[in-house]
């Protein structure tokens, strides 16, 4: 996921901003943006153009927090949305037994941003939506990863070749 590259959109008439500074901070927002400039549903989108206040539950101070995109698009219905959205990690997202002290944190702080993003949004007739892997990716990365290694014919990939064996 790690990344940090400039995107320069194919439309930059729908770009909310400066279309030249665009800045994605990992290979999932550039998923988002390629989608963003190049679907038709899509009339005006822009990345971290909104920042929201919100206080840090590690220090009770209040920060500014930028969402990674807005949006404004028409549903299935044909009413235009606008929205705010943010791309991250399913484990910086959801608390599991297997969360470490690190992604504890991290998720503690992300659910503060998010409940300043829903509030903004309730008071300007805007939607907030987090998307992680399993969104952006049919199934999610790993499933996708699981499936492109399966066999129909009963083989199995070595794991330090890659070749594939009988069972």
């Known amino acids: 996921m790690a990344l940090k590259a400039r995107f320069i959109p194919k439309n930059p008439g729908k770009y909310l901003g400066n279309p030249n500074m665009i800045i994605c901070r990992s290979s999932w ?4 943006c390629k ?3 190049t679907h038709p549903s899509v009339y005006k989108w822009g990345s971290e153009e909104i920042s929201i206040p919100y206080v840090k ?3 009770g101070k209040v920060h500014r927090y930028y969402p990674d995109f807005i949006v ?4 299935k219905e044909g009413n235009l949305i606008k929205e705010l959205v943010e791309v991250k990690p399913m484990k910086e997202s959801v608390l599991t037994e297997r969360s470490s002290n690190y992604d504890k944190i991290s998720i503690a702080i992300n659910h503060a941003k998010w409940q300043a993003a829903q509030a903004f949004c309730e008071a300007n007739g805007m939607k907030f939506r987090v998307l992680t892997e399993q969104s952006i990716f049919a199934g999610g990365k790993t499933a996708e990863k699981k499936r492109s290694t399966r066999s129909t014919t009963g083989t199995k990939p070595n794991k330090k070749t890659g070749e594939r064996k009988s069972k």
Do not use: G
Request: glycine share 0%.
């Open 35 to 37: 989608f963003f400039d």
């Open 72 to 75: 404004v698009y028409k549903d």
């Open 29 to 32: 927002e550039l998923s988002v």
């Open 57 to 59: 539950p590690t220090d």
